[in-house]
Nanobody, 126 residues
Framework: QVQLVESGGGLVQAGGSLRLSCAAS????????MGWFRQVPGKTREFVAA????????LYADSMKGRFTISRDNAKNTVLLQMNSLKPEDTAVYYC???????????????????WGQGTQVTVSS
């Protein structure tokens, strides 16, 4: 199993930037495909981005392409989400997630991710 802890959320003005970080426990972090999702109260969880185990392949939701960048540092057991040009509609709780070990492909679907962090709030003011 892996435990995930997000950090880096906060309040930012529209057009600003934030960098979210997800720290993972354990010594097998490189075996997990990682993803970021977000959720607004009353709405379903939405895919944001995902990254392959070695970091060479990434996947983004269309609305995030060009604004968000996912990356990982397997030596530090960390996955990052750099968010630029933030909009009020980006306001949500952002969750880090991991697929079960030994899955290689990234995925849009939250059903494919077995491990979740507690979330970090991002609020973008207009």
């Amino acid at each position: 199993q892996v435990q995930l802890v997000e950090s880096g959320g906060g309040l930012v003005q529209a057009g600003g930037s934030l960098r979210l970080s997800c720290a993972a426990s354990g010594r097998t972090f490189s075996r997990y495909v990682m993803g970021w999702f977000r959720q607004v109260p009353g709405k379903t969880r939405e895919f944001v981005a995902a990254i392959s185990r070695d970091g060479t392949s990434t996947l983004y939701a269309d609305s995030m392409k060009g604004r968000f960048t996912i990356s990982r540092d397997n030596a530090k057991n960390t996955v990052l989400l750099q968010m630029n040009s933030l909009k009020p509609e980006d306001t949500a709780v952002y969750y880090c997630a991991a697929r079960p070990q030994n899955y290689y492909s990234t995925s849009y679907s939250e059903r494919d991710y077995s491990y979740w962090g507690q979330g970090t709030q991002v609020t973008v003011s207009s």
